[in-house]
């Protein structure tokens, strides 16, 4: 899936979160458990991803027609990481894509690698729920290692990281 990948409007952060809802859904329709079942709409509240919007965190894959496909928050800090050693690295929180919206997440995965490395990232850093066995699958074919558990309220998540290969000079 080709895209464009930006940061975030104003505009968006509604959008991001009715995805959300639909994401949440799908979920409920396909028997999953992750963010249906670990209070996710309550932790991550609408004002959470404005706030990351006037941080500058919050960024956007959009299709060639313009409709957002998919969000992602970048942090550079990330508490559940804290007892591991640290790292120049992107911490990506709250991946959401459109279900219909076929590759996109790989594309978003690699539009966040491109950069990381324009902003001298060593290493990129998630974590995914430990139950999921397709989205823990999905990681590990994108390069993303397991490295440790993280546990916040109910939901109980697998760190898992890429380091990024050198950029050419």
Not at 58 to 63: E, F, I, K, Q
Not at 146 to 154: F, I, L, Q, R, T
Request: glycine share 8%.
């Amino acid at each position: 899936m080709d895209g464009i990948f930006q940061r975030a409007s104003a505009c968006d952060v509604s959008h991001i979160y009715s995805l959300i809802r639909t994401r949440i859904a799908w979920m409920d329709d396909q028997g999953i458990e992750s963010w249906n079942k670990t209070d996710y709409l309550d932790r991550f509240p609408e004002a959470y991803f404005l706030k990351k919007y006037h941080t500058g965190e919050l960024y956007v894959l959009r299709g060639s027609d313009g409709e957002l496909h998919v969000a992602v928050v970048l942090l550079t800090e990330d508490k559940r990481w804290d007892g591991l050693p640290p790292a120049h690295a992107y911490y990506l929180h709250n991946l959401v894509s459109a279900p219909d919206a076929h590759g996109a997440g790989r594309t978003i995965l690699h539009c966040v690698e491109t950069l990381a490395h324009q902003n001298g990232k060593e290493v990129l850093r998630l974590d995914c729920i430990r139950g999921n066995k397709a989205i823990n699958r999905f990681y590990e074919r994108a390069g993303y290692l397991a490295c440790g558990e993280c546990k916040d309220g109910p939901y109980h998540g697998i760190l898992r990281e890429k380091r990024l290969a050198a950029t050419p000079q």
